[in-house]
């Protein structure tokens, strides 16, 4: 069998005591940034991503994947404990982990988050060792028509996904492709609006831009509401759920996982949506679906089973396809790229020990959660409790060091002042930046598929709806756009979001 | 037609100007790169597109704005968005003169005193603390190549 051959190939790779240190030290840095309020994964990844650097291909992309998988477990740990989501994806977590934190069982959410984690994240493993190579086969036909297209798809989606106005995103997304274009054309070797700056000539750094508006940004943002109630934590007793929590947690576990799994997969699905529907199937189907919002098990069990598959379930279209499908996603696919691997559906024959290494390594991750983090729950706690204004100097001078380390320039720390503000200013315009920030990166890609595409058609745009793959990806596109508009579903829309 | 004044308030003016001003630009300045044909697409054709597109969704939206406001902007942290964006300004532009250290002490008290809650002895402590830190990890050992102490302070 192929895929045991993979896993034995991963295996062996994730295995070695090298990366297995990186994973662990990735875990560990990951929720421990992920645990300071203020800092979400994307940030959290950008930040040490210049770190990364000096390792082999393998084990960076290892250690930034288990910073992504332990920020996010750091974030669910805010949820329950502070009632402060990390990221928006644990936002439905603070409904009922926070309740059960009131009620002295903090220490039973944890451990049901890290349970169901850890069973979402090993049955993920599983389902991307037997979906990925199939997709990867079949995307190693695909031609310029079907990569454009497939952006398209991934675009439409990250609009459908963003919050607030529809109209917004669309138009963060085509400034980030924009924002994409700036440096020298490929085909051409024209400068495109550097306007004489050297260092704009390989295109402003995707690192530079993420920390700018998802790490200074934020930071202007949480000063404008500073000081608008403190924090308070609940003590933890016990961390051992009772013979009732586990009966009641099984099922919703399975379902939350079922579904994250297949959000995650789709471009743009990922672990917020997952967690959402995760959360509001559960309140419909469950037994206890009255009890939801006032510390319901089940309610802190699906939506974190749910977005930990969701969070893994994407690295299927980044590892197959090339193709990011988050922000963090994105921030992979650079750091790949600045490791000389090409993204792509070569990777997994070009590159097998990374391919599949990052896979087990994934499962790996989610063990050392598992074990690691429940004893170390007293140190998360305390961190949670880090006032903010001894924590945003030391935010800022980490990524001034991180950008400036680069390329050891000056400049970049400038361009992540100016995204800053930028951030700053369309946080108050409620101007979603991830959208723009997927766009910026797939923008010359996007460009150099259009160009190639036209180039084989003679300059007819309809080759896009001739090529049946690209058809099909381009209806699953229009299809997600218009049920986005309709009305009911716009409404539900805007009720889910609205609940934070 | 609806009050200009909660017009020219509302986020969606604002966020459609930014798109409309932003937009223009691009494809303004896209003019002076060769167009080509759709066939062969010179480096003029997507940013002109684009930023053509860009304009339009910026209209859409102003235009959004003149007959349903929508929320206000509300009043920008002037203070807080000056003090954090000049930190870290003032890092670029002084850690070669003053060596990793002195800029970091700088980064951090400009920075910090945009909190409501700065007080200089904390501050001052936290400051020289992660300058320390900082120097011991980055430059000790991780080995990037900054001065902790740079050529104004002889270094």
Excluded at chain 1, 322 to 348: E, H, N, R, Y
Excluded at chain 1, 379 to 405: D, E, N
Aim: net charge positive.
């Amino acid at each position: 069998m192929e895929i045991f051959a993979g896993l034995a190939i991963g295996f062996h790779a994730a295995l070695t005591p090298f990366n297995l240190l990186y994973c662990l030290i990735g875990v560990f840095i990951g929720t421990l940034i992920g645990v300071l309020p203020g800092l979400g994964p994307a940030a959290t990844v950008a930040m040490l991503m210049p770190a990364s650097f000096v390792l082999p291909p393998v084990s960076a992309l290892i250690m930034l994947a288990g910073i992504y998988y332990g920020a996010q477990y750091g974030g669910s740990t805010t949820s329950i404990l502070v009632n402060l989501p990390g990221e928006a994806s644990s936002i439905v977590t603070t409904l009922d982990g926070y309740q059960m934190s009131l009620q002295g069982r903090a220490g039973v959410a944890l451990a049901t988050a890290a349970i169901g984690s850890f069973f979402a994240g090993t049955v993920c493993t599983v389902i991307i060792a037997l979906f990925a190579p199939p997709l990867a086969k079949v995307a190693l036909r695909f031609g310029a028509p079907e990569y454009f297209s497939l952006m398209v798809l991934g675009l439409v989606a990250s609009v459908v996904l963003a919050r607030g106005s529809l109209l917004k995103a669309v138009a963060m997304i085509v400034l980030g492709l924009l924002f994409g274009i700036i440096g020298t054309d490929v085909n051409s070797g024209v400068q495109r609006y550097t306007f004489g700056f050297k260092e704009l000539m390989d295109g402003i750094g995707f690192v530079t831009v993420a920390m700018g508006m998802f790490g200074i940004g934020e930071i202007i943002l949480n000063l404008e509401r500073e000081g608008v109630g403190d924090r308070v934590v609940s003590k933890i007793t016990s961390l051992m759920p009772t013979r009732e929590d586990w009966k009641r947690m099984v099922a919703p576990i399975l379902r939350g996982t079922a579904l994250g799994c297949f959000l995650g997969i789709l471009p743009g699905g990922g672990a917020l949506l997952a967690s959402f529907a995760a959360y509001s199937v559960e309140k419909k189907i469950s037994k206890h679906g009255a009890e939801f919002g006032t510390g319901a098990i089940e309610g802190v069990a699906a939506p974190e089973s749910a977005n930990n598959a969701g969070a893994q379930a994407s690295f299927i279209p980044m590892l197959t396809l090339g193709i990011p499908t988050s922000p963090v996603m994105a921030l992979m696919i650079g750091a790949m790229i600045i490791q000389g691997v090409q993204p792509g559906p070569s990777v997994m024959t070009d590159q097998p020990a990374l391919f599949w290494g990052v896979i087990v390594s994934m499962w790996i991750g989610n063990l050392f959660l598992l074990v690691l983090n429940l004893p170390m729950i007293g140190l998360w706690v305390r961190l949670c409790l880090v006032p903010y204004h001894l924590l945003y100097p030391a935010i800022l001078v980490f990524c001034a060091i991180g950008v400036f380390s680069l390329s050891n320039s000056e400049f970049d720390v400038h361009l992540m002042a100016l995204f800053g503000v930028l951030g700053y200013i369309f946080g108050k315009l409620e101007c979603e930046p991830a959208p723009m920030l997927l766009a910026m990166i797939l923008g010359p890609m996007m460009e150099e598929h259009l160009r190639r595409a036209m180039l084989l058609s003679r300059g007819d745009p309809t080759i896009f709806l001739h090529r049946p793959i690209s058809f099909a990806i381009l209806i699953v596109a229009a299809i997600a756009l218009v049920t986005a508009l309709l009305p009911a579903i716009r409404a539900k829309r805007e009720e889910a979001f609205k609940k934070e | 037609m609806a009050d200009i004044k909660a017009t020219a308030a509302s986020k969606d003016f604002w966020s459609g100007a930014i798109f409309l001003i932003v937009g223009l630009a691009f494809a303004g300045i896209g003019q002076r790169y060769p167009m080509g044909t759709t066939m062969r697409m010179g480096p003029g054709y997507f940013p002109t597109v684009l930023g053509g597109l860009l304009a339009v969704l910026g209209s859409i939206l102003i235009v959004r704005a003149l007959l349903r406001p929508g929320p206000s902007v509300g009043n920008l942290a002037y203070s807080k968005l000056v003090l954090v964006t000049l930190s870290n300004v003032l890092f670029a532009l002084l850690l070669r003169r003053l060596g990793l250290a002195g800029a970091l002490i700088l980064l951090v008290l400009v920075s910090a005193y945009a909190s409501k809650r700065f007080r200089w002895p904390v501050a001052l402590t936290l400051a020289v603390g992660l300058a320390v830190g900082s120097s011991i990890i980055f430059v000790w050992l991780l080995g990037l190549p900054i001065p902790i102490r740079g050529t104004w302070l002889g270094g």
